[in-house]
């Protein structure tokens, strides 16, 4: 069965920077889009990034120039640099549903348990 594993979680300074990964294994990476989905304290889901099986990738504007998502073999990686106490909220990988990145949150199928991340000094 598909399994998505989150890492890289923790504490960082404003400014800082973290490396979240993804673990995936029960389905052909590579042949699905794969995402990044947070939910900061109190607040919604939030689609964060998305990397469509041709490589293509796209983020929220909120982080456009701060984040990177990259894939290498079967797992996601999320290069987070310049980071704000606003980027503080729980980190989910997610398995699209096609190989089109979409940053609609219906269009993951599966979910990691998440990774927490807070920017504070």
């Known amino acids: 069965q598909v399994q998505l594993v989150e890492s890289g979680g923790g504490l960082a300074q404003p400014g800082g920077s973290l490396r979240l990964s993804c673990a995936a294994s029960?389905?052909?990476?590579?042949?699905?889009?794969m995402g990044w989905i947070r939910q900061a304290p109190g607040k919604g889901l939030e689609w964060v990034s998305g990397?469509?099986?041709?490589?293509s990738t796209y983020y929220t504007d909120a982080v456009k120039g701060r984040f990177t998502i990259s894939g290498d073999g079967a797992k996601l990686y999320l290069q987070m640099d310049s980071l704000k106490p606003e980027d503080t909220a729980l980190y989910y990988c997610?398995?699209?549903?096609?190989?089109?990145?979409?940053?609609?949150?219906?269009?993951?199928?599966?979910w990691g348990q998440g990774t927490q991340v807070t920017v504070s000094s």
């Open positions: 029960g389905f052909i990476f590579g042949t699905f889009a």
């Open positions: 997610g398995k699209g549903s096609s190989s089109v990145a979409a940053s609609r949150i219906p269009d993951y199928n599966y």
């Open positions: 990397m469509s099986s041709d490589g």
